[in-house]
């Protein structure tokens, strides 16, 4: 919402300073985003005399003048000034407008500076028009009657000190779209007296040659009341100076008189009319009905609308002529041939107009109005407010006013508390304040019931009444009020277990040495293919871009394209995590949080000692253990590869805890590396954070420590076993030989590849675990220990096919 | 006793002047070895009278203990010199580096959120979450914000496509952290006191907008929580916050629909030097919004408004990290430039906790 002060000061009596009344706008909730003050670019420019204008001894264009200038302003010191001047009007006696040294002259852009021009000084400026961004006009300094005040600053001469001020209006606040609105919330703030507003009707000569009708089914709430009248015999030119400087100041191009009168009294009371010309208005009758569907219509912006069933239309016999609330149609609006007008005041239901406008997507200024709220009781007023400048800025002779339905009643009242003020807000305002408030707002009050001023709909509870009484006298006056916690005492924890975790998760993974990603939880489509998502139930209707069309399926995506970006920025070797939502259903609710790893290149940078190699499929594998130990997984896992489509086939398992998945690891497909534009090696895992089960107890308390004083004894055992065989099936087979005795299984050597086939037979492998034994009751005989040793070659043996190894 | 001297002097010397192992054990057979000089004059011993071997016995001994003690002595110096010598040859450069070791970090989203929750949850907060996708009741009619407000369109909210045939109104991506407000409510009632940080969408990408970013909402619901209470949270938050003495923030009249009355909060600041600093100078600046829960969102809620009241905010989690760490754009957050990641990331030792400070 764009005004000016002085467009305020018709609405407002008021000593108050610019900055004040900016102030208090800001504190009222009408922020002010911007002023542009013409003070301060012009307010320097003041009024001057040329006492003589003389010819440049060397040059022929130029004149040297002396000029009186009044610096402190009229009936101060003059001082006089000797300026070199290029224009042709320059001239002895001519009253212009002087800049001194120092000035930044706006159409220029240049810092005067004293200044020799062909060997004579010269010390300011005579200005142009151009010069001060008044006009275009630089064929000779601006050249004033003989009247114009020595010494007075040249806007505050020429009416054009207006400061323009722009001000953000919240939805709620219809009412402050009206300069009248604004004033009313700065006179309850007591910055001055809101100045009655007189509107007398004038009395139509005739009866109106045009009709109107609502349709019954819109009479209730689409359309409750349609008003207008025919002017005859207006002259349609240019809006007077005033006028068309008020538009221009708020950025409105002046178009004609009618037309800059409706757009006056849409910003002067947020009441938008719209101007018929009468002539093209068929069939001398205006129907308000909701359209068929299908029907076309002109509108003013150029461009040709089509009906949807229901959307409000005004028709006359050839069809529509506007669309109602929002738009007017081109044919049969007013241009300078017009001279019989037919002015329209309308109130449209906010809703549906909301509805149409969307659906059309026009954004309006009456849209915009009327789906806030204009103020149904203005209605009637509004169009005697407007025929009464049109009559005086266009002549013409006024029909009498046709209307159809009745001015909706949104009369309601809401009970005054005067404690709640300081229950709700904690502010104490005696009750005689708080009524002077709401009164000075446009409440009425009896007795305890408020009832709100047909301008305000969105005062509906007590809870407004508390906010204006509350906003009026400055929530910059509250002050804060300690609020103790529920419980006294030290702070008990408050995340939740699940949140510990992703904590936790996160935290371990930063340990581990890998960077934290936040990637955009969309991504494109064909990334979210790659990793089976993409469907319709994760597309959005409206994505911001096509790299940002579907809900991720999978963390991995994300930090795959950010590997890639990396890698372009010549970083090679990454390790990036993300712990975060991903999506399988379009449903709320249906996401899962993941903690994925990523690691690309190398494990280490080369170094003097050898420490750089390929990541491998047993880098992920590790700290995927890491973290689900952190998130107090069991130890005990079972492994498979039953692994989705992107990890490689062969490189990638899954553990596991009966059903529950608690993590996938192993190096990721060649073709989604290559398809993702990742240079390889790259290896991921994926801790599905949810599925790890809580712990069933949860208790502080260890079990007891289990110490035995006697020797535990280590047998080392190598098998050969077909190549295909798992290590983890040797293992447990060898850990069932005896569950009580063995108390580790560890593999600590694995022989394999052509080497190991040219030994050991085609197929083959070999691989040496470590089997330690803890005796419970007495030292272990070699006869028992050969026993166990006998039971671990057999069990495996029946487990893989394996043999000892010779 | 002449021999003895003899032989004394000529065993030290040898000793002192032995220069290996080998030579030591060749001296020591001679003097003290079964048939060595010594030793065979101990032999002697038994053949002297009484009065004899009470002198020569204890010569001999001594002469015995010297000579052993001097191998002794000659031969942990000799190993003393050899391990010099061994440990002279180890030498390495220690300039070279340290095996490498990969340095993490945590991003400035998560140590933020960690930070303002360890902030509330001293002021007795718990922590709330909800679903991204959002049905349209929870994100915006259950906050007052029926379909056709005008509010509704200032979200620039992003749609769910809506499979055919199927009429409900399309999910949305929720556009603030709100809705975790009813949620929370629906599911715990009331009293309640919840932040609920998160990730939140809006259509908007420029220089300071990103289509994805992070919220934290608050919200506190007793029987008599009012502005000033919210005030004074927010105050000691921002102090909290920001790890200043003294904040002051301006609450300035605004509206939500889901707060009555609303207010957006400036914090006092100085930009002098192009450097901001919170609790000085003539600046203000806008932080968050915040009002009081409207009747209507605690009805939607199932909360009773005639018998509880309380307060809500919400501000943005990636603001806040900017301001407190000097992080200048907003899109990089999202960008993952391990450059970006290193300098603005935190180590996975910074853990901020109320009681030993939230940033080093």
């Known amino acids: ?806 | 006793m002449d021999a003895l001297t003899d032989l004394k002097a000529k065993y030290l010397s040898g000793i002192s002047a032995a220069s290996d192992e080998a030579g030591l054990e060749e001296l020591r057979l001679a003097a003290l070895g079964k048939k060595g000089e010594v030793s065979l004059k101990m032999r002697e011993l038994g053949k002297m009278t009484p009065e004899e071997r009470q002198v020569a016995g204890p010569a001999l001994n001594a002469l015995k203990e010297e000579i052993d003690g001097a191998l002794r002595a000659k031969r942990a110096a000799l190993a003393d010199a050899a391990l010099d010598e061994r440990l002279k040859a180890e030498w390495l450069d220690v300039t070279l580096p340290g095996r490498p070791r990969p340095q993490g970090t945590i991003h400035p989203v998560s140590q933020v959120t960690e930070e303002v929750t360890a902030i509330f949850a001293d002021m007795g907060f718990s922590v709330a979450e909800g679903p991204q996708i959002e049905s349209d009741w929870h994100n915006f009619d259950a906050l007052n914000i029926p379909p056709e407000h005008p509010a509704r369109q200032e979200h620039d909210t992003f749609f769910m496509a809506r499979a055919e045939g199927d009429n409900r109104p399309p999910h949305v991506l929720r556009t603030h952290t709100s809705p975790v407000q009813i949620r929370s409510m629906m599911a715990n009632g009331a009293p309640i006191r919840v932040i609920a940080p998160g990730r939140v969408y809006r259509m908007d990408m420029d220089q300071t907008h990103a289509p994805m970013f992070h919220q934290v909402e608050g919200l506190a619901i007793g029987r008599d929580i009012s502005m000033a209470n919210l005030k004074w949270t927010l105050e000691e938050f921002c102090r909290a916050f920001f790890e200043v003495e003294q904040v002051d923030l301006r609450f300035r009249a605004s509206h939500f629909p889901f707060t009555e009355p609303s207010a957006e909060v400036d914090i006092r600041c100085s930009w002098a030097g192009g450097q901001l600093k919170i609790g000085e100078g003539d600046d203000w600046m806008e932080i968050l919004g915040s009002g009081m829960v409207h009747p209507k969102v605690l009805s939607a809620a199932g909360v009773d408004p005639e018998m509880w009241q309380g307060f809500a905010f919400g501000m943005g989690i990636d603001r806040l990290a900017m301001l407190k760490y000097g992080i200048p754009d907003l899109r990089a957050f999202f960008d993952s430039d391990l450059r970006w990641l290193r300098h603005y990331g935190f180590a996975a030792l910074d853990m901020p906790t109320v009681h030993g400070g939230l940033s080093r």
């Open chain 1, 1 to 806: 919402m764009k005004f000016t002060l002085s467009w305020l000061k018709d609405h407002l009596e008021t000593e108050a300073t610019l900055a004040d009344i900016l102030y208090a706008l800001t504190d009222l909730g009408l922020e002010v985003e911007e002023v542009v003050d013409p003070a301060d670019t012009l307010g320097v420019f003041r009024i001057c005399r040329v006492i003589e204008a003389v010819q440049h001894p060397n040059a022929d264009r130029l004149r040297v003048c002396r000029v009186e200038t009044l610096p402190d302003g009229p009936g101060g010191r003059a001082e006089e000034v000797q300026v070199v001047c290029g224009a042709p009007n320059a001239r002895t006696g001519l009253v212009g407008v002087f800049a001194p040294p120092g000035t930044h002259v706006p159409g220029t852009g240049v810092d005067l500076k004293p200044g020799v021009i062909r060997g004579v000084e010269s010390n300011g400026m005579l200005c142009s028009e151009r010069e001060l961004m008044l006009s275009d006009n630089h064929d000779g300094i601006i050249d004033l009657p003989e009247t114009a005040p020595l010494g007075e600053r040249f806007i505050d001469w020429k009416g054009l000190n207006d400061p323009m001020i722009y001000i953000k209006i919240t939805p709620n606040r219809p009412d402050a779209l009206g300069v009248r609105g604004i004033a009313r919330d700065l006179a309850a703030r007591g910055l001055g007296r809101l100045k009655p507003l007189e509107i007398a009707p004038v009395k139509g000569a005739f009866a109106s040659p045009i009709s109107v009708a609502i349709a019954p089914e819109l009479k209730e709430k689409g359309c409750p009341l349609f008003a207008g009248r025919v002017i005859r015999g207006v002259k349609n030119g240019p809006s007077p100076d005033w006028l068309q400087a008020r538009l221009k100041a708020i950025g409105l191009r002046p178009i004609s008189a009618l037309v800059d009168i409706t757009n006056f009294f849409t910003v002067d009371q947020n009441r938008p009319l719209h101007v018929f010309d009468a002539a093209k208005v068929k069939g001398g009758a205006l129907r308000i009905h909701p359209a068929e569907g299908g029907e076309e219509i002109l509108a003013l912006d150029g461009k040709t609308y089509t009906f949807g069933p229901g959307m409000m239309a005004i028709s006359d016999e050839a069809g529509p002529e506007s669309i109602a609330g929002i738009m007017g149609g081109e044919l049969s609006g007013c241009t300078g041939e017009t001279t019989d007008v037919f002015v329209e005041s309308a109130y449209w239901d906010p809703i549906t107009v909301a509805t149409t406008g969307r659906a059309l997507k026009i954004n309006s200024d009456a849209r915009y109005r009327f789906e806030r709220g204009v103020d149904p009781e203005f209605t009637l007023p509004g169009l005697e407010a407007a025929t009464a400048m049109i009559l005086d800025l266009c002549g013409g002779e006024p029909s009498e006013v046709v209307l159809d339905g009745a001015v909706p009643d949104t009369r309601r009242s809401y009970k005054l508390d005067p404690a709640r003020v300081q229950s709700l807000v904690g502010m104490e305002i005696p009750e005689a304040e708080q009524r002077r408030t709401l009164e000075a707002l446009g409440f009425t009050l009896e007795g305890d019931r408020a009832i709100p001023p047909s301008w305000r709909p969105d005062v509906l509870g007590e809870a407004d009444l508390v906010e204006e009484v509350a906003r009026i006298a400055s929530l910059t006056k509250l002050e804060g009020k300690p609020m103790p916690r529920a419980r006294a005492g030290v702070p008990q924890p408050i995340l939740t277990p699940m949140q510990v975790r992703e904590k936790a998760a996160r935290r371990m993974l930063a340990g581990l040495g890998y960077n934290e990603c936040v990637t955009y939880s969309f991504i494109d489509a064909t990334a979210a293919g790659l990793f089976g998502g993409g469907s319709d139930a994760l597309r959005l209707e409206n994505p911001i871009s096509s790299e940002m069309t579907h809900m991720r399926p999978d963390l991995l995506p994300g930090l795959l394209q950010a590997a890639a970006r990396n890698q372009a920025r010549g970083f090679a070797d990454l390790a990036l995590f993300e712990v975060g939502p991903v999506f399988h259903g379009g449903e709320p609710g249906e996401q899962q949080l993941q903690a994925t790893g990523l690691l690309v290149g190398a494990a280490a940078p080369r170094d003097p000692y050898g420490s750089r190699r390929p990541v491998d499929l047993f880098d992920a594998k590790a700290d995927a253990e890491a973290v689900l130990s952190t998130l107090g997984a069991p130890a005990r896992r079972q492994i498979d590869r039953k692994v989705a489509g992107w990890w490689h086939p062969g490189r990638s398992g899954r553990m596991t805890l009966g059903p529950n998945v608690m993590a996938v690891y192993g190096e990721l497909h060649p073709k989604v590396l290559r398809a993702l534009g990742v240079k390889g090696p790259a290896v991921a895992f994926t801790v599905l954070v949810e599925a790890v089960p809580q712990p069933k107890v949860r208790t502080p308390t260890r079990p007891a420590l289990v110490l035995s004083d006697l020797q535990a004894v280590e047998r080392d055992f190598a098998f050969v076993v077909d190549a295909q065989v798992e290590a983890l099936t040797l293992m447990n087979a060898a850990q069932g030989a005896d569950k009580a005795l063995i108390e580790r299984v560890t593999v600590f050597d694995q022989f394999s590849g052509e080497k190991a086939e040219a030994q050991m037979g085609a197929g083959k492998k070999s691989l040496a675990i470590t089997v330690r034994l803890q005796p419970r009751d007495k030292t272990l005989t070699d006869e028992e220990i050969e026993a166990v040793g006998a039971k671990i070659v057999d069990k495996v043996a029946k487990a893989t096919g394996g043999v000892l190894r010779g």
